[in-house]
């Protein structure tokens, strides 16, 4: 198992940016993906970003280039950088790991409000 910690959510402007940072920690070797998902209120939880452990980086169209995801393997963390944030994208994000075998972690997940 893979625990995971979310951090930098917060109240922010239209336009603005955010950084949010996942650190995971247990069972590190079995990791071969990570993720950010989001989770509107009164909607379903969806990908916005993740990066395999060989490089690959997968974006939902709705990040439009606003939103760059890395992977820092020294730290085990795992980074989403927002900007040009939209009250759109106010939501939960939540980091999601994937390891061999299909195990699924999630944290607990950082709130994103985007308000002016």
């Known amino acids: 198992q893979v625990q995971l910690v979310e951090s930098g959510g917060g109240l922010v402007q239209p336009g603005g940016s955010l950084r949010l940072s996942c650190a995971a920690s247990g069972r590190l070797s079995q990791i071969y993906y990570m993720a950010w998902h989001r989770q509107g209120l009164g909607k379903l939880r969806e990908l916005v970003a993740g990066i395999s452990i060989d490089g690959r980086i997968d974006y939902a169209d709705f990040v439009k280039g606003r939103f760059t995801i890395s992977r820092d393997n020294a730290k085990r963390t795992v980074t989403l950088q927002m900007s040009d944030l939209e009250f759109e994208d106010t939501a939960a994000y939540y980091c999601?790991?994937?390891?061999?075998?299909?195990?699924?972690?999630w944290g607990q997940g950082t709130q994103v409000t985007v308000s002016s």
């Open positions: 999601q790991v994937v390891s061999y075998g299909g195990i699924v972690d």
